[in-house]
C-alpha cells in the first residue's frame, strides 16, 4: 500500500486569532464583518474585494487575513492575494514562502494561477503571495495582464480577496479598486488620521470604487460585553 | 461642523492620560517642596503690645464719648508715625545694631515694621519681622521703646505703655508649608489636565466611529476591539508546512475541486 511521506511539523506563529481562537469576541466581530459583506452586496455578485486603508499601521493585512479565514471556515473557497508588492506580509503571517506569486504571475505571460498559489493548511483557503519585489508595482497592477489575472481568479474562486497597501501613500489601492467588486476600508482607533481619511475618500471617489463600508480596528470601548456574558 | 464633548468624554480623556496628570502633579509638588524648602528663606516675627492715653481733661470736665472716639482716632495716626518716621527708625537701626548682629539700614527696619489694632481698642501692636528671629524681637522691642519716648515729644502723648514685650519666636510665619506643597499639587493638576486636552485637542486621529458615519458617511462593517495581552499570545497555531516545492505539486482547478489543492507525496511500501 501507499505510506505518507513525512511531513515535517513547524510551529508558526501567526496573527489569526479567527483561527487561533474562535469563541473569542474578536473572532466573533470578523464573522459579524463577513456577514455584513454578504449583505452589502446581496444583489449584486460579489467575487473580488480589496482590504486598504489611509495610511500605515491601520490593520489591512490582519484584517484580509482573518476575513479570509472566515469566510474559508463558511465553506466558500476563498483566495488570500498579497498584492502589497511593497511591503508583503501574507506569506509570512501563514508561514509560507515568497519565492513566487502575483508579481510573477504579472510579469510571465505564461505563468499560471494552479503553479503559484499555495495551501494555507485550512480548508477552503489558498494563498497568493507578492512574489519578488517589482520595480513597478503600480503599473504592474494597473496592467492589462492584471485584468485577466482577475478575471481567471474569478473563474476559479468563489471570493478574492486583495490586501492592498495605502490609498494615500501609493496608487496601488485605486488601481485595483476600478477592477474589483468591492472595497473595504480599514480605520484604526488613534491612527487614522482624520483627513487622510477624508483624501483617501476622495480618491476611491475618482476611480468610481464600490465602498463596501469601514472596519473600524482596535476599539478601546467595550463592543460585545453581552458576549462574554452569553459564553459563560 | 459644531464639536460637543460629553461628561463621559472628559473623564474618557482624563482616563487616559492618567499617568501625565500624575506624573505633573508629582513634578508640581518637587517643584514646590524645592521652592519651599531650599529656595524660600524662612521668616520670623515678633510682636510687642502697647496702650497708649491721651492727656487727661482738665479738672472737673466729664470725659465724655468723643474723647474716647477721638482716642482711638489717633492711633491711626501712631501707626503712621511708627511706620513712616526716619526718626524712630534711625534711632531703632542704632539700637539694634548696637544689641545684635543687624546690619540693615533704617528703611530695612521701616520695611519690618508692621503695627495692627484690634477694632474699637486702645491697644495696638507693633509687628516686626525678619529673617531672624532675635533680630525680629529686638526690632519690636527697640520700635516700641523709641516710640514710647518720642510720642512724648512729638504727638504730646501723656503715656504709652508696654503692656507686653515681644516674645523671641522660633517657628517661622512663613513660608507656609502644607499650602506651599498644596498649591505645587494642584497647579501639576491644572497643568496636567490642561495638556490632557490640549493634545486631545492637537490630535488628528479617529476617536470613534461617528467620523466614519458622519464625515465619511460609509457604513460601519464591524468593530474589532483591541487585542488583549491574552489573544495576542494565543496566537501560536500548530500547522504543518510541507518542505516540498509547493508550485510542482498544485493539481489544476476542475469544476468539482476549483481550488488547487497541494497534492501530498506519497511513497510506495
Known sequence: ?232 | MEETISLQEIFGIIKKRLALIITLMFIGLGFSAVMTFVVMTPKFSSSTQLIVKLPRAAEGTNSNVNDVNFNLYMITTYKDFITTSNTLAESTQEIVARETNFKGSAADIQAMLQVTQEQNSQMFSIKATSEDPKIAQAVANTAAQVFQEQAKETLEVDKVSIIAPAPLNVSPISPNNKLNLLIGLVLGLMVGVGISFLVELLDKTVKDDKFIRDVLGYSVLGTVPEMTAKELSGQVIQKPVETANVRNNVTNPTPNNPVPQTRRQRNRV
Not at chain 1, 36 to 65: C, H, R, W, Y
Not at chain 1, 158 to 183: C, E, K, N, R, Y
Open chain 1, 1 to 232: 500500500m501507499f505510506k505518507k511521506k513525512a511531513i515535517k511539523e513547524t510551529t508558526q506563529a501567526v496573527s489569526l486569532i479567527t483561527l487561533a481562537d474562535r469563541t473569542s469576541p474578536v473572532s466573533e466581530q470578523y464573522r459579524t464583518i463577513r456577514t455584513n459583506i454578504q449583505f452589502a452586496m446581496v444583489d449584486k455578485e460579489l467575487k473580488t474585494l480589496i482590504v486598504t486603508s489611509s495610511g500605515p499601521g491601520e490593520g489591512k493585512s490582519t484584517t484580509s487575513a482573518n476575513l479570509a479565514v472566515v469566510f474559508a471556515n463558511s465553506g466558500i473557497r476563498t483566495l488570500l492575494v498579497d498584492a502589497d508588492l511593497r511591503k508583503p506580509t501574507v506569506a509570512k503571517s501563514f508561514g509560507l514562502r515568497n519565492h513566487h506569486g502575483l508579481s510573477n504571475l504579472l510579469s510571465e505571460r505564461d505563468a499560471k494561477i494552479q503553479n503559484v498559489v499555495q495551501s494555507s493548511g485550512i480548508e477552503n483557503l489558498t494563498i497568493l503571495s507578492s512574489g519578488p519585489k517589482p520595480p513597478n508595482p503600480s503599473e504592474m497592477l494597473g496592467s492589462m495582464r492584471m485584468h485577466a489575472v482577475i478575471k481567471e481568479m474569478r473563474d476559479a474562486f468563489d471570493l478574492v480577496i486583495f490586501d492592498m497597501p495605502p490609498v494615500v501613500a501609493v496608487t496601488d489601492a485605486q488601481v485595483v479598486a476600478s477592477q474589483v467588486d468591492g472595497t473595504i476600508m480599514v480605520v484604526r482607533e488613534g491612527v487614522s488620521n482624520k483627513n487622510a481619511l477624508i483624501k483617501a475618500k476622495s480618491l476611491l471617489e475618482m476611480v468610481n470604487a464600490n465602498m463596501l463600508g469601514v472596519v473600524y480596528n482596535g476599539s478601546t470601548r467595550n463592543v460585545d460585553q453581552g458576549y462574554y456574558y452569553y459564553g459563560a
